[in-house]
């Protein structure tokens, strides 16, 4: 799969009778599989490019300058790049997208960018997809413009699942609720964060549950507690229990978020690494327990049922 980020790219590459599809795909759900697995099939048949073009940031941080109205995203950049290279896909195009480019409208896109940069035989569109000024590019005005453009609009129905459609915003919100296998459902798969190990106060050491401190690279996290993760570390893998919350056992009145996995069976230094955390489910909330020793109880408590629940799902 080839990255590009600028339309004289696009315009080089000289694509003919490409079949593309346009999205922010946040989260590459189990509704924007089904398109993109269109595309894929529809290019394969025509010996043709599949294309997708999206967003690296979601619109909301380029339109909104109040941070509280940017909307988190669930996958990163690079988590999205790695789930469109899985599905096949052959090009994915990274919208320049800023506060001038919003501005375009959705015919003026259409014209002046995308078709003086490639030639196109197929777009595949989910139902409620909307792009250009105003989200004004929808279904309705891409079927106009497919005559005089020339290309064949194929709009594929949402998926449901338990009479839901499936959309970004009720998975952001299963996943601040804590509520991960609702999250899982939507997505197809268990929801994933990244980050590197990084140095914490070793106080999880001290009392006999070395504990992963990671600087988080995804801005949407479950609500504070304690969750059944599987860890991903250089291509193994190990069980363990998340704890995303203020550690208000061991903080002082200084607080500050902490995301500390104890991965159970690894017995080495893994500072600096990069770590994916699978989540699974919520064991439990955020809870202040009286002393260490109580702590401790506690942790192995978690761990239990971290080792019960995963063998409930073998």
Do not use: W
């Not at 096949?88 to 990274?94: A, E, H, Q, T």
């Not at 140095?199 to 999880?204: E, M, R, Y």
């Amino acid at each position: 799969m080839k990255v590009l980020n600028q339309f004289d790219q696009l315009a080089q590459l000289n694509l003919r009778k490409g079949v593309l599809t346009i999205g922010t795909f946040d989260g590459v759900h189990v509704g924007h599989q089904k398109v993109i697995q269109r595309v894929v099939q529809a290019a394969k048949r025509k010996q043709a490019p599949s294309i997708v073009l999206t967003y690296a940031k979601h619109p909301s941080e380029v339109l909104f300058k109040d941070a509280k109205r940017h909307v988190p995203l669930i996958t990163t950049l690079d988590q999205k790049l790695n789930l469109l290279k899985g599905l096949g896909v052959s090009y994915v195009f990274i919208l320049p997208f800023n506060k001038r480019f919003s501005q375009m409208s959705p015919e003026s896109f259409l014209r002046d960018k995308l078709f003086k940069s490639i030639q196109l035989s197929d777009l595949y569109l989910g139902k409620d997809t909307t792009f250009g000024k105003g989200g004004k590019g929808n279904v309705s005005l891409l079927k106009k413009m497919s005559a005089e453009l020339g290309y064949k609009l194929t709009v594929v129905l949402n998926e449901k699942i338990k009479n839901r459609v499936v959309r970004s915003t009720r998975i952001r919100e299963a996943i601040q609720n804590g509520e991960m296998e609702r999250g899982a459902q939507f997505l197809g798969r268990p929801y994933s964060i990244k980050g590197k190990v990084v140095h914490g106060n070793k106080l999880g050491r001290q009392i006999g549950f070395p504990t992963a401190n990671l600087a988080v690279e995804n801005k949407l996290l479950p609500e504070n507690g304690v969750y059944a993760v599987i860890s991903q570390i250089k291509g193994k893998q190990y069980k363990g229990a998340l704890n995303i919350g203020f550690r208000p056992t061991l903080s002082g009145k200084k607080k500050k978020l902490s995301v500390e996995v104890h991965l159970i069976g690894l017995n080495r230094e893994i500072y600096g690494e990069e770590c994916t955390l699978h989540i699974f489910c919520k064991l439990r909330a955020e809870k202040r327990f009286s002393n260490l020793n109580s702590l401790k109880k506690g942790i192995l408590l978690d761990l239990d049922k971290t080792e019960k629940f995963f063998k409930k799902l073998k």
